[in-house]
């Protein structure tokens, strides 16, 4: 097998995407998975870079680094408690809970490549010209009669993470 500096590319990208997003699952403090997924989120993005979609890649970096991982460690470090100790118990039905879990993930991939297998878009053939995009056409496509319902989901977003700040901070008093 001949690997170029491409191929060898791509193989440390997925290699860094697909052990994040693993040890995600596997990691049990709260935060560390927080900032191990941050680490997957930035693998996608450099994966998004090699094919060449660098403002997919930006964007993925911009949206999901820098607001949803940030985002995710605020809410894990404003709702910990200190009783809580970050730990989960096993249980007796901890190997039944990892058998469903990766029965729902066989599951959804097989449902996903029958959709892919069964879309034909495997055997379409590539155009020889490619379609170019301008970045501020896709911004005013993006944008254009989504302000109001943009400016809605931002207020929805706020009260939300008020919301969570004022539950974190409320001391709850012990059932007596």
């Known amino acids: 097998m001949n690997l170029t ?12 995407t697909l052990g994040a997003g693993t040890a995600v699952a596997l990691v049990r403090e709260p935060v560390r998975a927080a ?6 989120f930035v693998g996608v993005g450099l994966l998004y870079l090699w094919l060449g979609a660098e403002f997919l890649g930006f964007i993925q970096w911009l949206v999901y680094v820098g607001a949803v991982a940030v985002l995710i460690v ?5 709702t910990r408690r200190e009783d809580a100790g970050g730990e989960t118990e ?3 039905f901890a190997g039944l809970r990892v058998l469903g879990g990766l ?8 449902a996903l490549a029958a959709a892919v297998l069964g879309s ?3 055997y379409r053939e590539v155009p020889e010209e490619p379609m170019v995009l301008e970045i501020a056409a896709l911004g005013r496509e993006l944008v254009a009669g989504a ?29 007596a």
């Not at 109001?148 to 059932?175: C, F, H, Y």
């Open 120 to 122: 034909g878009s495997l």
């Open 147 to 175: 302000v109001p319902p943009l400016i809605l989901v931002g207020v929805v977003l706020t009260v939300a993470l008020v919301g969570g700040v004022t539950l974190a901070l409320v001391e709850r008093k012990p059932d």
């Open 74 to 78: 605020f809410v894990i470090l404003l």
């Open 90 to 92: 096993g249980g007796r």
């Open 5 to 16: 500096a491409s191929g060898l590319l791509f193989f440390a990208f997925a290699v860094l």
């Open 35 to 40: 900032l191990v997924g941050a680490l997957c």
């Open 103 to 110: 029965g729902v993930a066989l599951a959804l991939f097989g």
